[in-house]
């Protein structure tokens, strides 16, 4: 059976230094290679550090980036870096050989000619190539080097896009090519899409055109880019960049290199060769205006400041070519798209409108739906290739045929035709037959219209994956306005949250009761808590608290505060096992939440942290109590204790946040229980494998009685720790007052010696310092500050 552990990248560009990182990130030991710099004078020749000099310095680079690159620093220990001249021959010892030099075919077939001499017989080799056909890159190889070589086309940055797009040539081995699908995924978490050897490939291809089409249409509009970037970003349920962001962000040259490339390899595109560069973007290119890596593009930054301390951003008018202050839209579609929550609902309303916002929709929809239809099967077989491969490079809520199902097909047909692009004759043919949608959902399971037999087919890989919106046609097990409980089949429940931001509220709370109440009076074998949406939670409702507290509402609090506490202690004694699946943030009270559960499947992905301390509180939903708890399981027999004490009780009084899944092992939010998922999509199968590997001999476990506590002597030390902090400057008058009320919940309170608490008397004294806090004036500054800026306050 074939396995990678040893992988050599050749090329420590942002590229090549990024994606060896992630191939560490996922435990590979990486030979990171670069060239000897050309400028090394006789005493530095021989001199091995001078010689690596170029790899050294952009590993280092990538390495202090933001994002971070790794997980963990840790990590970049499994990277060793040489140079292609003293360090080639190394490659031998490696299961995969991945090329990330400049894009030019010369300078790539010497490498390879290397690579086929030092390369062990059956190793994998692989060009991170966005552009240059991968079959012009085996002339003259072995036929074992033909045999294991192919495209393997990753996002910058490696570690956050999710694609990786395999493009093999007609002599690779298949079974290398299912092999690297598999791997892509499981291995290095991402979406794998299998590619034909075409011009920018899917993902680039089908992009690049789409954001043009808006270039071009905006010419004929007179739309502000600030009002096309709303529309054509959250709108449309994709990223905040839009599309005039996302343009400064990859750099004008660069796509306009990859659209006339297209236009020149493809003569039989017709859609791409009817694009035109408009006059504005002309004039980027001439200045030299490139985007945030030249300074200004669409957006240039200045130095002023508005009325509320944040720096004025110009965006260029279109029609003058001037920079301009933005000014608020009255557009009537965009007003419209901010007052509708769901997406699906939201873009057929625009796409339906009549202002010019909802003619940009209508057009540039209706373009891409004719487009991505005649690519099939040009640069892959079926429709949904291109929607992975569009969703996952580019971060879309939706791919191009999903969109097209939001709407309607006959109506994107209609749409498409009215605005002069017919749409491929399959898809004429496909309505013909009497079927309205490009997918279909039955019996939790998603299949797609396959064009070469005229019926559905199992979308490969769903199979393996639950995700919730495939249940959506089956009636709830229970529902409230903040979450459905799903049977996802074994006698397994998930709750999905679904309140704004998926923020914790009494609604979810009342869902999670009512969910184990079921679980455990029903004849179910457990329980996930897990959703799909971009963040597990944001944490509790923090208008709620600020309500209550600025209205001085204290026994309302101290009710929500209470039932906070029983439901995270509910779910670590429900009769049932509880496990929790992450992605995204996981903050606050969704961090206190999941340390309670019998598990948490986290992707890695998932940013965990109590970060109560920042808005003026300390954790009071049971996280405090948590921590005391395992501090306490952490002290082993003659240890000095005060070490391990002071570094929980920092994470909390910093509100340390992790940036990953394995860093939050680090901060003490994971601990053995829990297990990091490469792959986002499997949290919730992950999540469900566990329930039903826990409810085999499940019992639940006892209240704990037994919590070691330092008592004095631990506020003594973490007193002392908390003024070095305060007269280094590093801690404000407010931030101190915080801080103590942590380290007297974690140290037991004013107790003369060492002693064995109870939970619930953590949790009693935890609730008690929060309310207190809920009356402190600085505190209800930090909350209104917030609920305001969505940014902390220092004061």
Same mark, same amino acid.
């Given at each position: 059976?074939r396995h990678?552990k040893?992988?050599a990248?050749?090329?420590?560009g942002?590229?090549?230094s ?14 990171l290679?670069d ?7 006789e005493?530095a ?10 790899v050294n ?7 202090a980036?933001k994002?971070?690159?790794l997980?963990?620093k840790?990590n970049?220990?499994?990277i060793?870096?040489g140079n292609l ?11 995969w ?11 790539k077939?010497?490498?390879f000619t ?10 994998i ?25 192919c495209?393997?086309h990753?996002f ?14 007609d ?10 699908? $598999?791997?892509? /995924? ?6 794998t ?5 075409t ?10 055109y789409a954001?043009?089409?808006i ?5 004929d ?6 009002e ?6 959250p709108a449309?349920?994709?990223p905040k ?5 996302l343009?400064d962000?990859?750099g004008h ?6 659209t006339?490339?297209i ?5 039989n ?8 560069l408009p006059a ?5 290119l ?8 030249s ?6 930054? /200045?130095?002023e ?12 008018n ?10 608020k839209?009255?557009l009537?579609?965009?007003s419209l798209?901010k007052q509708?929550d769901g ?5 057929r ?6 202002d ?10 209706s373009?891409?739906?004719?487009y ?5 099967p ?5 429709? #949904? ?10 971060? %879309?809520?939706y ?15 209609e ?8 749409v491929?004759? %399959?898809?004429t043919e ?8 490009f ?13 070469n037999?005229?019926?559905?087919q ?8 639950? #995700? ?7 009636k ?6 903040e ?12 709750l999905e ?5 998926n923020?914790?509220g ?8 009512k ?5 455990e009076?029903?004849?179910?074998r ?7 949406a971009?963040?597990f ?6 208008m709620?608290?600020?309500m ?8 309302q ?10 439901t995270t ?5 429900? $009769?049932i ?8 943030y996981v903050?606050?009270?969704g961090c206190e ?6 598990s ?11 970060v109560?301390?920042?808005v003026g509180?300390?954790?009071?939903g049971?996280g $405090?109590k948590?921590?005391?708890l395992?501090i ?7 240890d ?12 909390i009084?910093m509100?340390?946040?992790s940036?990953?899944?394995?860093m939050?092992y680090d ?6 229980k829990?297990?990091?998922?490469i792959?986002?999509d499997?949290?919730?199968s992950s ?13 639940a476990?006892?209240?704990?009685t037994?919590i #070691? ?5 631990g ?7 908390i ?5 280094g ?6 931030d101190?007052f915080i801080a103590?009320?942590?380290a %007297?919940?974690?140290c037991g309170?004013?107790? /003369?010696?060492e002693s ?8 009693d ?6 309310l207190?806090l ?9 909350i209104?500050h ?7 306050l220092?004061n």
């Open positions: 059976m990678i040893k992988v990248v050749l090329g420590s942002i590229m090549g990024g994606i060896a990182c992630h191939l560490a990130n996922v435990g590979m030991d990486v030979l290679l060239i000897v710099p050309r400028d090394l004078d005493s020749r021989n001199n091995p550090s001078q010689r690596n000099r170029i310095e952009a590993l280092k680079k990538a390495i980036s994002p971070a690159p997980y963990k840790s970049a220990s499994r060793k870096t001249e003293d360090n080639f021959e190394s490659i031998a010892s490696c299961d050989i991945i090329e990330v030099v400049i894009e030019r075919l010369d300078i077939k010497e490498i290397k690579v086929d001499q030092y390369r062990a017989a059956g190793s080799v692989s060009s991170n190539t966005s552009g240059i056909p991968i079959h012009l890159m085996t002339e003259g190889r072995t036929d074992d080097f033909k045999k294991h070589f495209g393997t990753f910058n940055p490696p570690r956050y896009l999710e694609l990786l797009e395999i493009i093999p040539t002599h690779t081995d298949p079974a290398l090519v299912d092999f690297l699908m $598999t791997f892509g /995924t499981n291995i290095l978490g991402k979406s899409v299998r590619c034909k050897d011009p920018a490939f899917i993902a680039n291809r089908v992009g690049v954001m043009s089409r270039y071009q249409i905006a010419d509009l007179d739309l502000t880019i600030g096309i970037d709303k529309l054509t970003g449309l349920a994709r960049t839009g599309t005039f962001r343009g962000l990859v040259d660069t796509a306009a290199k990859v006339k490339g236009m020149k390899n493809c003569p595109d017709e859609q791409a060769q009817k694009l035109e504005y973007f002309q004039y980027l001439d200045h030299e205006y490139y985007g945030n890596k300074g200004q593009g669409f957006y240039k930054k /200045t130095d400041k508005d009325d509320k301390g944040k720096r004025i951003i110009l965006s260029l279109l029609k003058s070519l001037e920079y301009e202050k933005p000014a839209s009255s009537a579609s965009l798209a509708i997406d699906k609902q939201r873009i309303k625009l796409f339906d409108h009549e010019q916002g909802g003619q940009l929709i209508r057009m540039s929809l373009s891409l739906f004719a991505v239809s005649k690519r099939i040009e640069i892959t077989d079926q429709i #949904h290739g291109i929607d992975t491969a569009v969703k996952a490079g580019f971060a %879309w809520s791919g191009p045929f999903e969109y097209w199902d939001i709407i309607g097909v006959e109506k994107g047909v749409a498409a035709e009215q605005g002069g692009d017919a491929a004759p %399959w898809v496909m309505v013909k037959k009497g079927h309205d949608s997918y279909k959902i039955e019996d939790g399971v998603r299949s797609f219209y396959d064009l037999t005229g019926e559905y199992i979308v490969p890989g769903s199979e393996d994956h639950i #995700h919730l919106d495939n249940f959506r046609g089956s709830p097990v229970f529902q409230n306005d979450v459905i409980l799903h049977d996802i089949g074994d006698q397994v429940l998930c949250f679904t309140s704004k931001m923020a914790i009494e609604g979810i709370l009342t869902g999670v009761n969910a184990l109440d079921i679980a009076e029903g004849d179910w457990g329980l996930v808590i897990g959703n799909h971009k963040n939670t944001v944490g509790a409702n923090l709620m608290i600020g209550l507290a600025f209205q001085q509402e204290y026994d609090l101290n009710l929500a505060v209470k039932l906070f506490q029983d202690m509910r779910c670590r004694y429900s $009769t096992p509880v496990v929790a699946a992450t992605q995204g903050f606050g009270g939440l999941i340390m309670h559960c019998d948490a499947q986290c992707a890695a992905e998932s940013y965990i942290g109590l109560e301390v920042g509180l300390l954790p009071g049971g $405090t948590e921590f005391a395992r306490s399981d952490s002290f082993f027999e003659g000095v204790k005060m070490p391990t004490l002071i570094e929980y009780f920092k994470t009084a509100a340390q946040v940036t990953s899944a394995p939050a901060y003490g939010y994971l601990n053995a829990d297990e990091v998922i792959y986002k499997d949290v919730i999540a469900k494998e566990k329930v039903l590997q826990l409810a085999e001999t499940y019992v476990p006892s209240a704990r037994d #070691h506590v330092m008592g004095r002597s506020l003594a030390a973490l007193y002392a720790a003024s070095s902090l305060h007269l400057r590093y801690a404000s008058d407010h101190v103590k009320k942590v %007297w919940v974690l309170g004013d107790l /003369t010696s064995k608490v109870s939970e619930q008397y953590l949790l004294i935890e609730r008690e310092a929060f207190s809920c009356g402190e004036q600085k505190t209800l500054e930090r209104q917030m609920l305001e800026t969505n940014k902390p220092r």
